[in-house]
């Protein structure tokens, strides 16, 4: 018979966090770039005690566990608020991407039942005109001081520092199942409707560990962390939680992501760490191109910047680190798994490695953390070996990773052994890094053989001149697909296709080089930065390619 341990069974509660840095890391700040332009200086004693007034305010409204209350609203220290304070009353922070199309918004919002929304005054005139498809809806709350609440066709509309001046500040946070929801955010989804991820409290704490655990993020207390990645997108890939886990200072952009702005931000707030998509990166490089003496400044204290969300272009991953002296850590994983799944740390064997060598490793998307097993299977379900060639699908498990959609039954997005399939294809080396090749939808099939789009995106960025591209499969009559290539130059720019082709030629396999390039002004993106390779497809459907005999 088993013998039961005999520690205490504590639940991890997502309060506890907040709780712990109020008491441990009071006075770290927390600065956050308002509405309006103004500047905020917090700290994590003030933003627990402005999260018990507001879990009062939610009390008040008629909010009750398990109710599900959205946001619409950028990266704020008011935003955290409602992080800490919806979740810590037992209720579900649905945090909406207001980047989606309209209809979707009206959709998920409706799929979750919201009874309140949270909203950044950018998104007033957005909600008023979506505001009589929101059925669920019953209150709007407005994150502004109440001189700044515009007079707005919205029903029982109250600006957020009123509700929180009024209200008690002794909140006591309840203790329950670790197990309850916490927080939910739907797939930005390029096919079909959003689906919903519903997180736990016990899921979020157990990720945070991940965040915080050196060959994690290896987010700690000495760390500032400018915030580049939206608290709408996965939970800002878990960091709010993982900041508060280890006492980190944390700089809360608002919707200020242009490259200017974020450069600034690094710079004045001697941050430490960033996060952020490829896109937001090629920003920040674009603008310290224009102003080559920025660059030089000596004064970041930035060491090291996660990049995921897509796959980290070699090109940003050499800039940082030559212009900036800043390693890249590239993170996969999606909103299904919380997001932290692998994660591109080095091992002792690359030490002293060529910088070259280096930076091969840093463009895989990483080892599988502990807590998230990783393995790719062939179209037959085989597990297949970890020899750097076998491409399959890639499949998921572990505490933080989604059982089934919301709406749906436990368990039912899962395979008979627990996996949880990822649309993702990749390899793994032996040393256990993911070289992701593609989304099984976006691979290339030429005749029989498979390309990966990933890999010649990557190598056209490598090209000065050029400032953002796509690859896609198209019709063709021997192969079946022939990749094209479809370029945004960088501005002002001149850049032929024989030239990119002629780029391209020694750096991949001679049948990989794409059949044509095309030139466009911007490529179509989803709600969350990536590539809408549907809608470049769909775009390209009738274009015939040079090579083609028929
Ligand atoms: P989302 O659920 O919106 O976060 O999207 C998850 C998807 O983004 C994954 O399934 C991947 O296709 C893609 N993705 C995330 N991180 C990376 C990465 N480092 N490299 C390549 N693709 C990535």
Redesign the pocket.
């Known amino acids: 018979m088993s013998l039961s341990g005999l520690m205490q069974s504590k639940q991890l509660l997502i309060s506890g966090l907040l709780t712990h840095a109020a008491t441990h890391h009071g006075d770290v700040e927390l600065v956050s770039q308002l509405y309006g332009g103004e500047v905020r200086r917090s700290n994590w004693r003030t933003l627990a005690q402005r999260a018990q007034k507001l879990a009062h305010v939610l009390a008040g409204l008629g909010v009750k566990p398990g109710d599900r209350v959205a946001t619409l609203a950028w990266n704020t220290d008011r935003h955290l608020e409602l992080y800490y304070a919806v979740a810590g009353m037992g209720a579900v922070l649905h945090t909406v991407n207001p980047r989606l199309f309209p209809e979707q918004i009206a959709y998920i919002v409706d799929h979750a039942a919201d009874g309140i929304v949270f909203f950044d005054l950018d998104f007033a005139d957005l909600l008023v005109k979506l505001a009589p498809q929101l059925k669920t809806v019953k209150r709007f709350v407005a994150l502004c001081r109440p001189e700044q609440l515009p007079a707005l066709d919205l029903p029982h509309l109250s600006a957020y520092e009123a509700l929180l001046d009024a209200a008690d500040e002794d909140y006591v946070w309840p203790e329950f199942d670790e197990n309850t929801a916490s927080s939910m955010c739907y797939?930005?989804g390029t096919t079909g409707n959003p689906k919903g991820v519903l997180y736990s409290h016990r899921s979020t704490v157990l990720h945070s560990f991940a965040a915080c655990a050196a060959d994690g993020l290896g987010l700690c207390a000495r760390d500032c962390v400018l915030l580049a990645v939206p608290m709408f997108h996965?939970n800002a890939w878990g960091v709010p939680y993982a900041s508060a886990m280890c006492g980190a200072k944390m700089v809360l952009p608002g919707s200020a992501l242009s490259g200017d702005k974020l450069f600034a931000a690094l710079r004045d707030e001697g941050c430490t760490l960033s996060l952020g998509v490829p896109t937001v990166w090629l920003g920040l490089f674009q603008y310290l191109d224009q102003h080559p003496l920025e660059r030089d400044l000596p004064k970041l204290r930035l060491n090291r910047v996660v990049v995921?969300?897509?796959?980290?272009p070699r090109a940003i991953i050499e800039r940082f680190e030559k212009q900036l002296g800043v390693f890249v850590i590239?993170?996969?994983?999606?909103?299904e798994t919380s997001?932290l799944a692998t994660i591109s740390n080095l091992l002792p064997k690359h030490e002293g490695q060529p910088l070259d060598e280096r930076y091969a490793v840093q463009c895989r998307?990483g080892r599988a953390i502990y807590g998230v097993e990783v393995a790719v299977f062939d179209a037959e379900g085989r597990a297949l070996p970890h020899d750097g060639q076998s491409v399959g699908e890639i499949r998921v498990r572990g505490p933080w990773v989604l059982s089934a959609y919301y709406g749906t039954e436990p368990g039912s997005a899962l395979d008979a052994q627990g996996w949880l399939s990822?649309?993702?294809v990749a390899y793994i080396d032996p040393d256990g890094y993911v070289q992701?090749t593609d989304?099984s939808k976006d691979v290339i099939k030429s005749g029989g053989e498979w390309i990966s789009s990933i890999d010649l995106e990557n190598v056209a960025l490598g090209h000065p001149k050029v400032g953002e591209a796509a690859v896609i499969g198209v019709a063709h009559s021997k192969w079946q697909e022939r990749p094209l290539l479809v370029i945004v130059p960088k501005p002002g720019a001149e850049l032929t296709g024989a030239e990119m082709l002629d780029f391209m030629k020694d750096r991949v396999a001679r049948w990989w080089l794409p059949d044509d390039v095309v030139f466009v002004d911007e490529l179509p993106h989803t709600a969350?930065g990536?590539l809408l390779k549907t809608a470049l497809r769909e775009q390209f459907r009738n274009l015939r390619l040079s090579t083609d005999p028929a």
């Open positions: 797939t930005s996965v995921g969300g897509s796959a980290a590239q993170a996969w994983g999606m909103s997001p998307q990822t649309g993702d992701i989304r969350t990536k």
